[in-house]
């Protein structure tokens, strides 16, 4: 230990003694580390550290696909049957989402949720245990069962101050009261990162829940048996599968069960971007040690003849080299410390720039953890070690006579000593040509997509969030009269060319889903097209820009004429089963 402490305070005082050695090698290991560190902040949150949940690797998803579609939501109806009927799970739960919710909490306040609806076992099963009061019950799982509510974690604390008397208070939803029965812990990660729950089952009397050919945005969950595979868990839905054929053939159609591990669900859509990028910063570390290793080559040649006297006095190659590896190791433990900083600011960075979706995967903070501390601390060790070790090796073989004899370090560097810098720039090359070859695929991808036609112009369009309270506003004309003032007020605002109301925005989720058959077809599974639904007011298309292709757009006597629809070039192509766009008809589910 005292040889250690020794080695320590040397290689301190070496590294002094070149101060633009020192802080180039800091300052670039400062910057690969860091960003390294960052980048498995994320990879450890999404997917290696195990989800919170009892047993989490005994969770599993079940999807349904067809040949057209390789994954679909389950629709209600067969939920309910594959509940009853499978023999593999301890319980299987359902969840699901409503994106237009309003609440108004008797104080005045309105805004937008996110509320998940849920089967009344789906948290139970999960094993999640409520922070405040508890979860639902059988009962309020039905379409006239008591209205009960539960809070996430994030909104009770945001909302209402992290009040413990929640429990047993009014929320108003879409008019209706909502009992809160309960409040979920904060480490529950759910498929997006909902505001409150409710019993899926109290809107089971609705069309998209009556009807097994409609799919809604849900997600079926559920947890094998001790002892159970997934293979035997798909034979097993593969056989209900069959049954619900049989059963009903014109509602069910092609349709198939497929289970998939939950934890390979929840990040399917995130998991090669984080591998990308594991792989990109990967690139740069080796670069920059490649970079730091030539540095500590040409430094160890000039200390030659330093290096040989002490091994003409007696210091063995094993001592010198591990003097050597002391100085590249406290290296970059300095330029480790120094990425934590870097690491800092990169998680804030990959926060602000990832797809908002991807946040929703996340459902939960990107953070400096023990883990990641653990992993800086590693990789650090390994890069001191790893552009420390072939500079030592080199160094330590020196003869004392042999450097005595030339006073030009460079004169005598030796066939080896340039063919391992040779190596080094060799190694840095071809990693950056890599890195090169990926970022210009990258931009040109940016590129082609930044070219292509969304459909609609949003330059020029600004937009404004609007909820109104139930409470004020009970009838059709008081909300038209709103809204019509609404636009009255904006339009005459300077600047301002057009006014419009809608329901949802072009390329993002919208605030309906409904089933869509065409008029002249039977109403059967595979005969049934999932369409996202925007409900919009009298001369949107024509704000946003959006081309008419066929037909016409909706003017004022639409209002309170008969029902009509404007759908897209895709769903019509699917649905006119030959006759004109213009001529298309269809229903809704």
Not at 389 to 413: G, I, W, Y
Request: proline content about 5%; hydrophobic content about 45%.
């Amino acid at each position: 230990m005292r040889s250690l402490f020794q080695d320590v305070r040397f290689a301190l005082r070496m590294l002094v003694k070149t101060p633009s050695y020192t802080l180039v090698s800091v300052l670039m290991l400062a910057f690969a580390i860091g960003a390294n560190t960052a980048i498995f902040s994320a990879v450890n949150l999404m997917l290696l550290r195990p989800l919170p949940y009892d047993d989490p690797e005994q969770l599993v998803v079940v999807l349904e696909s067809r040949p057209e579609f390789e994954r679909m939501a389950v629709p209600y109806q067969n939920f309910l049957d594959y509940r009853a009927r499978n023999s593999t799970l301890s319980g299987l739960g359902t969840t699901g989402y409503d994106l237009v919710s309003t609440t108004g909490t008797g104080d005045g306040e309105v805004e937008k949720l996110l509320v998940e609806m849920q089967s009344h076992d789906y948290l139970a099963m999960l094993g999640v245990e409520p922070l405040l009061g508890r979860l639902f019950l059988p009962e309020e799982d039905l379409p006239h069962g008591p209205r009960s509510l539960l809070l996430s974690h994030a909104y009770w604390t945001r909302r209402f101050a992290a009040d413990p008397t929640i429990v047993g208070r009014e929320l108003i939803l879409d008019g209706v009261p909502w009992t809160v029965v309960g409040v979920l812990p904060p480490e529950h990660r759910a498929f997006l990162p909902f505001h409150a729950a409710v019993p899926v089952g109290t809107r089971a009397d609705e069309t998209l829940f009556k009807d097994r050919a409609a799919r809604s945005q849900s997600y079926t969950v559920g947890r094998m048996k001790p002892g159970t595979t997934l293979a035997q868990v798909q034979a097993d839905f593969d056989a209900i599968g069959e049954g619900l054929q049989r059963d009903y053939p014109e509602q069910v159609g092609a349709s198939r069960p497929q289970v998939v591990p939950f934890q390979s669900e929840l990040v399917r859509d995130y998991r090669t971007t984080l591998l990308l990028l594991v792989g990109a910063v990967g690139c740069v570390l080796l670069i920059a040690a490649a970079n730091v290793a030539n540095l500590t080559l040409e430094r160890a040649m000039a200390r030659r003849r330093e290096l040989s006297i002490r091994a003409a006095l007696g210091a063995g190659r094993m001592r010198l080299i591990g003097q050597m590896l002391v100085e590249s190791v406290l290296l970059a433990l300095v330029a480790g410390g120094l990425g934590l900083l870097v690491a800092v600011w990169g998680v804030d960075l990959i926060r602000v720039s990832m797809p908002f979706d991807f946040i929703f995967a996340l459902n939960g903070a990107i953070e400096i953890d023990r883990q990641v501390l653990a992993f800086t601390l590693v990789v650090a060790l390994g890069t001191g070690i790893l552009f420390g070790v072939t500079p030592a090796l080199f160094a330590s073989r020196e003869e004392l006579a042999q450097v005595l004899k030339n006073a030009d370090h460079h004169a005598s560097a030796g066939s080896q000593h340039l063919r391992a810098r040779d190596l080094l720039v060799v190694v840095e090359v071809a990693l950056a040509l890599v890195l090169s070859v990926g970022a210009v695929l990258a931009t040109r991808s940016l590129s082609a997509i930044q070219r292509s036609d969304p459909g609609f112009d949003p330059s020029d369009v600004v937009v404004s969030m609007l909820s109104l309270s139930p409470d004020r506003y009970e009838t059709q004309a008081e909300i038209r009269q709103y809204w019509d003032e609404a636009q009255r007020r904006v339009a005459a605002l300077p600047g301002i060319a057009e006014v419009a109301l809608c329901s949802g925005l072009p390329g993002y989720i919208g605030s309906e889903y409904d089933t869509i058959y065409p008029f002249g077809v039977s109403r059967t599974a595979d005969n049934a097209k999932m369409a996202t639904l925007h409900r919009v007011d009298v001369g949107f298309l024509e704000l946003v820009r959006i081309p008419l292709l066929a037909g016409r757009t909706f003017g004022p006597q639409d209002a309170t004429g008969p029902a009509v629809v404007v759908i897209d070039e895709k769903l019509a192509e699917n649905s006119s089963r030959g006759r004109t766009r213009s001529a298309s008809t269809c229903r809704t589910g």
